[in-house]
């Protein structure tokens, strides 16, 4: 194998007392457990450490904004990249960088790299959890068993082990769909009420979510979420996929809806009155409401959902949607449009 010659490579976390308790030392650690430390060849007031190819790594803070948009690198790597750095200083030095970046983080909440990196196609998004830690110390494997304990009944330790243990996005606590409950699938007798189709293409995702019912409750599952469909490729969709009932769309676009129904889809537009958004969000917290777990973008908007502030940082009667609301339109189109006739939908059962 040929060595690696000439990198330089970054590691960056928001503060200094971070970097030295965390990237600096795991660093220091790894390298002398491998026998490849070499005191001279680090600098402890720059944090730069050269390899015998040449290749460098050098560790700083974002608290520096000169450092940010200082030299290019080859490789970069930041550490923690929710706490502490914003998504201006990590782009400054995203273009500096000419080779890889990396980004870790505890998802306790959706942030910046949820918007501008995840959904792109030359972004690789790995989940890691103590799961993949074979070396873990019985006594914090003991405390993760009495978390999952404690998360049967509190919705502090479900959030705990939903984003520590589990790395799914935790909750933030001013959203405005709250009380869903996710489950693993669709019960085997729940039944197909309709389903709700939000038109997008280029920039917004066309999403169509599903809605039945089981018992007393509501259950949305996520059946379509994708950019560039046009309006045949909808329908070709639906067809392959086996989706028939009645569809309730966005009746923004009449033509869209004429056209799949050309297509011989029974879809109609959904009646909006002033203030639909609002009037559908409070149908859905009004109800016992599931989302199935296959529902990931629907999840991960419901979790993106909050409430906007005004200038003073009051919250107002408007949805922020940090994630995106696609899935959340076409659920709301659903529930609203079946609950206005409850036996809407009762016929479509497969």
Excluded at 253 to 281: C, F, M, W
Excluded at 282 to 311: A, H
Excluded at 334 to 346: I, R, S, T, V
Aim: one cysteine or more; glycine letters at 6%.
């Amino acid at each position: 194998m040929k060595p690696n010659k000439g990198y330089e490579m970054s590691v960056v976390a928001a503060t200094y007392p971070m970097l030295k308790r965390g990237s600096v030392r795991d660093f220091k650690l790894i390298m002398k457990a491998l026998g490849r430390w070499r005191d001279s060849r680090w600098n402890q007031t720059t944090l730069k450490y050269t390899f015998t190819t040449g290749s460098t790594i050098e560790f700083f803070s974002n608290e520096n904004p000169d450092r940010t948009r200082g030299a290019r690198r080859s490789h970069l790597f930041v550490n923690e990249c929710n706490v502490g750095i914003d998504f201006e200083s990590f782009n400054q030095m995203l273009i500096r960088t000419s080779d890889i970046c990396w980004l870790d983080y505890n998802p306790s909440q959706l942030f910046w790299a949820d918007r501008e990196l995840v959904p792109r196609d030359d972004v690789d998004f790995i989940t890691v959890t103590y799961k993949d830690n074979d070396t873990l110390p019985q006594t914090i494997l003991d405390e993760f068993n009495i978390a999952r304990e404690k998360a049967k009944t509190s919705e502090y330790w479900l959030n705990f082990v939903n984003v520590y243990l589990e790395g799914k996005i935790g909750r933030l606590s001013d959203v405005v769909i709250p009380d869903w409950i996710e489950i693993p699938k669709l019960p085997e007798d729940a039944r197909l009420l309709c389903y709700g189709l939000d038109w997008g293409y280029s920039i917004d995702e066309s999403s169509c979510v599903a809605l039945y019912k089981h018992d007393d409750a509501y259950i949305f599952d996520e059946v379509l979420y994708q950019k560039g469909m046009l309006n045949s490729n909808i329908s070709q969709y639906l067809e392959n996929n086996n989706i028939k009932g009645q569809l309730w769309a966005d009746s923004a676009e009449p033509k869209s809806i004429a056209e799949l129904q050309s297509y011989g889809h029974t879809i109609n537009p959904v009646t909006k009155g002033r203030d639909s958004i609002i009037y559908g969000i409070n149908l859905i917290n009004q109800n016992k409401v599931f989302v199935t777990s296959r529902s990931k973008n629907l999840i991960k908007e419901l979790n993106g959902y909050v409430w906007s502030t005004d200038k003073a940082g009051n919250k107002i009667q408007k949805p922020n949607p940090l994630s995106g609301d696609h899935a959340i339109d076409a659920a709301r189109y659903a529930l609203m449009m079946q609950l206005e006739n409850p036996n809407k939908g009762k016929y479509f059962i497969y």
